[in-house]
């Protein structure tokens, strides 16, 4: 089977993903699916979504060199699956987002996790399960 198809957005901005993509990959209705814009390539990547429940969350920090690793590493002794991650400058050299996709299953307590963050230099968070 190719690749690759060609299809198209139709007026919602829904797009058909074709049948033969869909039976490969296991996708029913009503299945999750990450959809994730790689910007440099100008490319929409579709993953599907193995995990029954996602969280998504949105950190805060400083725009300083260590501190994502910093926080990184809060959520590696905390044993949590990190299914994508995004971060980006807000405001050059002062504030910072973080954008992680991770497995419900990983997270013991999102709670204790969040204060773990702060405690360890976010300066803000928030989350919700998918």
């Known amino acids: 089977m190719s690749s690759s198809k ?3 957005v139709d007026s919602k901005g829904r797009v ?4 033969g993509f869909r039976e490969l990959l296991r996708l029913k209705p009503n299945s999750q699916v990450l959809i994730s814009l790689d910007q440099n390539e100008n490319n929409l990547i579709i993953t599907p979504s193995a995990e029954k429940q996602l969280v998504l969350m949105s950190i805060g920090l400083s725009d300083a060199p260590g501190s994502l690793a910093k926080l990184a590493q809060v959520l590696a002794k905390e044993g949590v699956d990190l ?3 995004e971060s980006r400058a807000v405001s050059r050299a002062q504030n910072a987002e973080w954008l992680v996709t991770a497995s419900a299953h990983s997270i013991k307590n999102v709670d204790e996790i969040r204060k773990k963050l702060l405690a360890a230099g976010a300066t803000g968070f928030s989350s919700r399960k998918v």
Request: glycine share 0%; proline share 10%; charged share 10%.
């Open 16 to 19: 058909i993903i074709p049948s």
């Open 83 to 85: 299914v994508t991650t």
């Open 6 to 8: 060609i299809t198209r």
